[in-house]
């Protein structure tokens, strides 16, 4: 029987610069590579709106980084790692079996539908990727070995919510929708099927604006210590978080890190109050309050400033008044969703005769 060869799987990927209509997400992408202390991106949207692809496109961007996919099924050992049973039986010595989160050093784990991972798991995945460190404690083993990648997180938010506690730990989010115009679904489209033609051709087109990226993110990551913050650059963050009204202070710390990236991406010799707006709702939108302020009629902060997408709702139509021809009765002071509510009418109470039951028992 002649043994059947197996057909290689083609490595291409497609490229980050190529990459239509999602400005936002790349930009969440690139800040996080450049600092991925922050806790990497949790993006969220329906289906086929490219959240793998700018995943992998982002792991191909940057040099030489592995691309780490967390399955759903996987445990807390294939996460973080456990003992090598084999070594300790065979030769007495203690070994650490590394898991995904020690292949990810250096590059991108990516976790889809995380929104279905178990708490748990999350958790553990949350704090190494914020701290960079990995501890394995086993059978009174305890080791610990650097963990430093760029988490990428994706959900469909139809298939279940995370806990508003794991929400907080991803320090950026951005939400991706539908294409509302036919233009951006059309060059999506025609790029998406020039790519699944001929991906070499695309791949060249794109080559120099990818080697011109990866040079800015290696010059960002070198310059990102040298930067520091004003006492406004600060006190700008603090207003907008709680104009949020956000929980804690992991939001102003997010916009600070994610505002001295932006920076140093864009070559520039300090943090300015720009750049804090620029990336405010990369890092508030997963956790503003219910009741932020501003929206029940709270002021925000004394010198607090806001962009466009952290303005307050409109306020809805004003009740038309008595002198507009309406009576100005009860049936306008009731509340909304009450109609034809009938006030209270008192009830008279008669005397229950016995029904015959049986007497009480003697003590």
Known sequence: MTPVSLAAVPTTTFPFTALVGHEALQRALLLA???????????????????????????ALLPDA???????????????GTLNIEDVLRDGQVHLAPGLVARAHGGVLYVDEVNLLPDALVDS?????ASGVNTVERDGVSHQHAARFVLVGTMNPEEGELRPQLLDRFGLSVALHNPADAATRQAIVRARLAFEADPAAVVARHTAAQAALVASVVRARAALAGLEWSDAVVQHAA????????????????MLRAARALAALEQQSSVRVEHVDAVAELALAHRRGENPAGAAGTAPPSGATQPPSLSSPSPSP??????????AGSAQDAPEGDWGALPPEPQTMARVRSTGAWPPKKA
């Open 318 to 327: 004003s009740r038309p008044s008595p002198a507009s021809g309406q009576a």
């Open 125 to 129: 995945l949350l704090d190494v990727a």
């Open 239 to 254: 207003n907008l978080a709680l104009a949020a009204g956000v929980d804690g202070i992991r939001a102003d710390l997010v």
């Open 66 to 80: 592995p691309f780490v996919t967390l399955p759903l099924a996987a445990s807390l050992e294939q996460l973080v």
């Open 33 to 59: 590579a450049i600092d991925p202390g922050m806790g990497g991106v949790l993006i969220t949207g329906p289906r086929g709106t490219a959240k793998s692809t700018s995943a992998r496109a982002l792991a």
